[in-house]
Structures are given as structure tokens and as C-alpha cells.
């Protein structure tokens, strides 16, 4: 059973950075293409940014591109999410999720989901 886990969550200033961890256990890390996801309060969740099991792929939203950047370890079984020059408009929960094969866009195309971690940027 695959089992997502979410940390690094936390208050920031505008301007400020965070770095997001998610370690996936249960499974093989190394096999699943993993992606960020974001939820702000009363909208649907929404992609971030998603990466391929051999780190061959990468693709982010056009809200985030030049800000945040996604990185795996798969021998620590650890996806990572940093992100820079934070905004108000960048607060949500933020939820890692893991698909088979391929990368994927839609919160359908994954199986396997976090429970989220906050974070919360303030002007």
C-alpha cells in the first residue's frame, strides 16, 4: 500500500521561501512520475508541478513557472517542492500525489494522494 506523507508547511512572508518534502513508502519509489498539487480555501485543487520517475520530465503551471522548482531523491524515496518569491495568492494546502506511468495533469490522473501539508503567505 502506497502511503504518501507531506512536511514543510508553514506561515512565510511575501517574498520568502519554502522548501515542501514528501516521502512515499510502501512501494518503489523510483517507479511512480510524482507531481504537486494545491488547493486554496474554496477553489478546486489544481496542478502545480508533476516529474517523471527518471527526472527526464518536468512540467509546471504557468502560476508557478520561474518560482517553484520540483526535485526528486529516489534513493531517499523524497519528492521536494521549493519555492521562491512566494505570494499571498500561493497560499493553499499543498498535496504530493503518485501515478504508474507518465506524467500527469488533472487531480484523475493520480491514484495516490498525501494529506497535505499548509502553507500560508502573508502580505
Known amino acids: 500500500q502506497v502511503q504518501l506523507t507531506e512536511s514543510g508547511g508553514q506561515l512565510v512572508q511575501a517574498g520568502g521561501s519554502l522548501n515542501l518534502s514528501c516521502t512515499l513508502s510502501?512501494?518503489?519509489?523510483?517507479?511512480?512520475?510524482m507531481a504537486w498539487f494545491r488547493q486554496a480555501p474554496g477553489k478546486e485543487r489544481e496542478f502545480t508541478a508533476a516529474i517523471t520517475w527518471d527526472i527526464d520530465n518536468v512540467k509546471y503551471a504557468d502560476s508557478v513557472k520561474g518560482r517553484f522548482a520540483i526535485s526528486r531523491d529516489n534513493g531517499k524515496n523524497t519528492l521536494y517542492l521549493q519555492m521562491n518569491s512566494l505570494k499571498p495568492e500561493d497560499t493553499a494546502v499543498y498535496y504530493c500525489?503518485?501515478?504508474?506511468?507518465?506524467?500527469?495533469?488533472?487531480?484523475?490522473?493520480?491514484?495516490?494522494w498525501g494529506q497535505g501539508t499548509q502553507v500560508t503567505v502573508s502580505s
Open positions: 500525489a503518485a501515478r504508474w506511468t507518465g506524467l500527469g495533469y488533472t487531480v484523475g490522473d493520480y491514484v495516490h
Open positions: 510502501g512501494r518503489a519509489f523510483s517507479s511512480y512520475a
